[in-house]
Structure formats: C-alpha cells, structure tokens
C-alpha cells in the first residue's frame, strides 16, 4: 500500500503548515491594527483598511495554491481555513457584545469557498500539465503520473 495514505503524518503535515500559514499570514496584515478609525461625523470604520485583507487574500493564494498543486487540496482547504478561523477568533473575541462569532463564522464559510474553489482550479491545471485526468470531486489524479502529454 502507498505509504502516502497510511502516514498519519504526512496527510496531517499539509493542514498544520497551511493553518501556520494562514495564522501568520493573519498576525502580519491584520494583527497589528486594532484601532477604529472615528469619523468627523461620528461614525467609525476599521480596525483594518481594504488594502490590508486584499494583501492577505493575495498572499495565501500562494500556500494554497503550491499544496493544491502538490496535490494536498484537502490540506489547503481545511488548513487555509482553520487557521483564519482561530486568527479571527482570537483577534475579534475582546467584543463585548459577542457578535463577533457571527463575523468568524463568515469569514470560515467564506475561507471555506474560497479555498476549495482555488485548489479545484489549480489541482485540475496540475492534473492537465502532467496528462492525469481528474475525477470529478475526488482531488487524485486516476491516470497515469508520468506519462506523456496526450495528443490534441
């Protein structure tokens, strides 16, 4: 049997290190702003600024899409995913109205998407540059690794 789908730990190293990813990904673009922002008019925004969640949304592109394309899709997703949960928890749990948990579980759900979506997309790119065929849903290649390109 493939010593890849019995190691309990390389299946459970990709989600640590795309959950380490996500978590420090976090504490670098968001972490350090915890300020609102008053308006003169009395209203507030913030604590962070659009340009700070566009820079952590295009910089954990990276992470899950290299473990996508090395083929730990699961890992991308599920890991991409709860550390950005654990980083919006920790960060936004100070409120004290308690609404934050609505804010956590939209930013999971929308991870959750995201990522899935993202990894799909460059697993089946993978899948093409090598000549493996992909079925759908189940994020392993069933043809032959290895082999030429097919002909068009």
Do not use: K
């Amino acid at each position: 049997m493939n010593r890849h789908l019995t190691d309990p730990v390389s299946r459970l190293l990709p989600v640590l290190a795309s959950a380490g990813a996500a978590l420090a990904l976090w504490a670098a673009w968001l972490g350090w702003d915890q300020h609102r922002d008053v308006r003169p008019d009395g209203t507030s925004t913030g604590p962070y600024e659009p340009w700070q969640v566009i820079g952590l949304v295009l910089t954990l592109l990276a992470p899950v899409c290299w473990a996508a394309y090395r083929g730990h899709r699961a890992g991308a997703v599920v890991g991409t995913t709860t550390g950005l949960g654990v980083a919006a928890f920790h960060d936004w749990s100070g409120d004290g109205d308690g609404l934050f948990v609505i804010g956590v579980g939209l930013v999971v759900l929308g991870s959750l998407a995201a990522t899935a979506a993202v990894s799909s997309v460059v697993r089946a790119v993978a899948a093409r540059d090598r000549g493996d065929s992909v079925s759908p849903g189940s994020g392993s290649a069933s043809g032959r690794r290895g082999s030429a390109p097919r002909r068009r």
